[in-house]
C-alpha cells in the first residue's frame, strides 16, 4: 500500500509560480509510475503530467507543455511538478497519484494510488 501526500499549493497570481511537491511512503517507490492530475470545479479529473520510473520520460498534457515540468527523487521518494506561467484556468485541485508499473499512463484509470490533493488558486 503506497501513501501519497501533497504539498505546495496555494493561491498566485496569474504568470506566477508554484511548486507542488508529492511525498510517498509505504512502498518501493522507483516501481512505480507517477502522475499528476488536476480537477477543476464542475469537470472531470484530467491529467496534467507524467514521469515514468527512473525520471528518464516524462509525458505533459497540451495545456501545460512547456510551463510545466515534473520531476522525480527516488532517493527521497519524492515527486515533484514546478508550475511556471500560471493562468486562471490552471485552478483546481492538483493530485498525486502512483500505478504500479515503468512507464507513463495519462488515464486516472491506470492509477492504482492517489492522494488526497492541493488547491492551486490563480487569481487574474
Known amino acids: 500500500q503506497v501513501q501519497l501526500v501533497e504539498s505546495g499549493g496555494g493561491l498566485v497570481q496569474a504568470g506566477g509560480s508554484l511548486r507542488l511537491s508529492c511525498a510517498a511512503s509505504?512502498?518501493?517507490?522507483?516501481?512505480?509510475?507517477m502522475g499528476w492530475f488536476r480537477q477543476a470545479p464542475g469537470k472531470e479529473r484530467e491529467f496534467v503530467a507524467g514521469?515514468?520510473?527512473?525520471?528518464?520520460?516524462?509525458r505533459y498534457a497540451d495545456s501545460v507543455k512547456g510551463r510545466f515540468t515534473i520531476s522525480r527523487d527516488n532517493a527521497k521518494n519524492t515527486v515533484a511538478l514546478q508550475m511556471n506561467s500560471l493562468k486562471p484556468e490552471d485552478t483546481g485541485v492538483y493530485y498525486c497519484a502512483a500505478y504500479a508499473g515503468l512507464y507513463v499512463r495519462i488515464e486516472t484509470s491506470d492509477y492504482d494510488y492517489w492522494g488526497q490533493g492541493t488547491q492551486v488558486t490563480v487569481s487574474s
Open positions: 509505504g512502498g518501493t517507490f522507483s516501481s512505480y509510475g
Open positions: 514521469i515514468n520510473w527512473s525520471g528518464g520520460f516524462t
